[in-house]
């Protein structure tokens, strides 16, 4: 793309210089000829008439009169019935001369003869000027072909490397606008594919969770019966309620597996995460933002916190809900870190709130809908942070809405989650 961006410039100004350049060349080489045959005639227009002047007052021609006219290099020829001819500067080749002849009193002749060498030296030196006034238009049309080919394929990489991403499976919004307004069409319309993607799938992977263990259910209480009918006096029937529950404990295996591909879908991607250390490169990047709108963003993380998490994911779904609490909020931001309940001691926790009024409690059920906003925004971001959080295998609530208060929650590593890492074995009292 970019080359073909830049040959189309550089072929339209290459056309433009010529087409342009070649009239302005063959024009000023006429205008040069034009202006010394003009200044030649002007010459000799002077020197006939001081010549007629002088016979008419019957004096002898005499040409020192006449020598300031005749120009630096040039030759005087006057010929008068009579007295022959007389000239006036050094002798010149005739195919290399530009001449003028004028008639004066008596039927005499007047030339007026000059080199043709400094006429081409003058046109030559025009041409190459032109030349190079064509040549500089042409560099200068390829740098600004090469700056344009440029500010037009990277944002055309960037959308093209977004749309690969989001193929893949990677479903976060990209912030970056390019001030051309087809290409942020472009870019807001992969926003929303992003989100709606992200919501599809997630609604799959939760489908094929509900229904597995709905199934599991089912198939739990079948068990049971089966189980039951095995021990009936009839020996036959006894046998094909063994092989049924046979089935039955097979089919119990499928949905196992279905259940772990459902739940590790869920969560492609995440590892083992510090917390701390990743949330506070996150307020880092962020307080500044903070600080130019005269708000304060306030961190409270607890050490030595994992969790199981992408880190792209979880970076852009809490900067998500600082950029909701920057916008829609007021007062001080805190971001906080800790573990869970002692009934959810498998997870921890990350809450963003603000000082802000809240949420109505009109919206509060409803603000995690894609499209849903009461700010007049797109109402986008928190649908994606949710899809983003879910993906992992996390949630995210509003667990107040007044003060406002989005809550994260996170699943804890375990061992086996990541092939490659050591995990310390559990302690068992001794």
């Not at 089912?218 to 068990?223: I, K, N, S, V």
């Not at 459902?262 to 995460?273: D, K, L, N, Y």
């Amino acid at each position: 793309m970019r080359r073909r961006i830049l040959l189309a410039i550089l072929l339209a100004v290459t056309v433009t210089a010529c087409a342009l350049g070649i009239p302005l060349g063959y024009t000023a080489l006429q205008v040069v000829e034009s202006l010394t045959k003009e200044d030649l005639q002007t010459r000799g227009q002077q020197i006939a008439a001081t010549l007629d002047d002088e016979i008419a007052n019957g004096r002898r021609v005499d040409l020192s009169k006449v020598q300031l006219a005749v120009p630096p290099g040039g030759r005087l020829v006057v010929s008068i019935p009579g007295e022959g001819e007389r000239s006036y500067g050094a002798p010149l080749v005739e195919d290399m001369v530009t001449t003028d002849e004028l008639s004066i009193v008596g039927q005499g002749r007047v030339r007026l003869l000059l080199d043709a060498g400094p006429l081409r030296t003058r046109q030559t030196q025009v041409t190459v000027l032109v030349s190079l006034v064509v040549v500089l238009t042409i560099a200068a049309g390829t740098v600004v072909a090469m700056v344009t080919a440029r500010r037009l394929a990277r944002p055309l990489r960037h959308v093209a490397e977004r749309a690969t991403r989001l193929g893949a499976g990677d479903f976060r919004l990209d912030r970056a606008r390019y001030d051309l307004f087809e290409l942020d069409m472009v870019a807001e319309a992969l926003d929303a594919s992003a989100t709606a993607l992200a919501q599809l799938v997630q609604r799959e992977r939760d489908l094929v969770g509900d229904v597995s263990h709905q199934l599991r259910s089912r198939l739990t209480a079948l068990q049971l019966r089966l189980e039951a009918l095995t021990s009936i006096p009839d020996a036959d029937a006894a046998a094909e309620a063994r092989e049924a529950l046979e089935q039955a404990e097979r089919l119990a295996d499928v949905l196992d597996e279905l259940l772990a591909a459902a739940r590790e879908a869920r969560a492609v991607g995440a590892e083992p995460v510090d917390l701390a250390q990743e949330l506070s490169g996150l307020v880092e990047e962020w307080r500044g933002v903070f600080r130019s709108e005269g708000r304060a963003l306030r961190a409270r993380l607890s050490p030595g916190l994992l969790a199981r998490v992408t880190p792209a994911r979880l970076r852009e779904a809490i900067g998500v809900l600082l950029d909701n609490a920057l916008r829609h909020g007021a007062g001080a931001v805190t971001l906080a870190a800790r573990t869970g309940d002692p009934a959810r001691a498998d997870t921890v926790v990350i809450e963003v709130s603000d000082g802000g009024a809240g949420v109505p409690d009109e919206l509060a059920p409803h603000i995690f809908d894609r499209g849903v906003s009461g700010a007049g925004s797109t109402g986008l971001g928190l649908a994606l942070a949710r899809a983003l959080v879910d993906s992992d295998g996390g949630r995210l609530e509003l667990s107040t809405a007044r003060p406002p208060t989005f809550t994260v929650f996170l699943p804890v590593p375990k061992a086996g989650n990541v092939r490659g890492v050591k995990w310390p074995a559990e302690r068992s009292p001794r």
